[in-house]
């Protein structure tokens, strides 16, 4: 369901409850925040501006249809509060050196690639192909705290439908899938000549074409 908010600004209705303070997250708020400050309700609306920047996207509907929900878009647990993931962490740090601006925040990250995948591909290929910018496949994850501390090697959200990450590479230059384009690339470009292995143009073959487009790719792939 559609409405509009007091700004005039197209909002949906979501059957399922918004993101909310877990009671950790309350836990954390009541520690850090003088007894003086007036409590706090709720968290910004993050999900309500994220699902207007990308109405079409079914990235969070495959989080709610699996099981879970859309706060997993960028927290690990349906609820939110923390840990957020990689994406949903790069879009709380961007809030946080921009003054507070959820829209500025998201914007600013979408071009990153902050899970990592395998296919090297930046968050809004990630959105507008329905995967997940938070979440890569296997215990491959990492949850980020309000203290800045980490946990590495973390699963994604059981039960989510639809794929994590897309399915044709955003670089693939990037033969050993680390990243970046470079000398490893090359080596293995050339261990594949005139095989399908490091076919970068996909013509189905390993050559000059090859070569050069792996030279042209050279770098960062985001
Ligand atoms: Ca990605
Ligand atoms: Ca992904
Ligand atoms: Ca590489
Ligand atoms: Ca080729």
């Given at each position: 369901m559609r409405f509009q908010d007091r700004l005039g600004h197209n909002r949906s209705m979501k059957t399922k409850p918004a993101c909310i303070v877990t009671g950790a997250a309350v836990a954390w708020v009541a520690a850090v925040i003088p007894a003086t400050t007036p409590p706090v309700s709720a968290m910004p609306p993050f999900l309500n501006e994220w699902q207007d920047l990308?109405?079409?996207?079914?990235t969070d509907d495959n989080l709610d249809n699996g099981g879970?929900?859309?706060?997993?878009?960028?927290?690990?647990?349906?609820?939110?509060?923390?840990?957020?993931?990689d994406y949903g962490w790069s879009v709380h740090e961007e809030f946080d050196v921009n003054g507070g601006d959820i829209v500025a925040a998201i914007l600013a990250v979408q071009?990153?690639?902050?899970?990592?995948?395998?296919?090297?591909?930046s968050s809004i290929v990630e959105i507008n192909a329905d995967t997940q910018p938070g979440w890569t496949d296997g215990p491959n994850n990492t949850f980020h705290f309000h203290d800045g501390s980490i946990q590495e090697n973390q699963p994604p959200p059981?039960?989510?439908?639809?794929?994590?990450?897309?399915?044709?590479?955003?670089?693939?230059?990037?033969l050993d899938g680390d990243g970046t384009v470079g000398i490893t690339d090359f080596l293995a470009l050339l261990g594949a000549?005139?095989?399908?292995?490091?076919?970068v143009d996909g013509d189905g073959t390993t050559g000059i074409t090859d070569f050069l487009a792996l030279l042209g790719a050279w770098g960062s792939c985001s």
């Open positions: 990308y109405p079409a996207s079914l879970g929900s859309s706060c997993q878009v960028c927290h690990a647990g349906p609820f939110g509060g923390p840990p957020w993931n071009d990153l690639n902050p899970d990592n995948d395998p296919t090297a591909c059981a039960d989510v439908l639809g794929d994590l990450n897309p399915s044709t590479s955003c670089c693939p230059a990037d000549w005139g095989t399908p292995g490091g076919d």
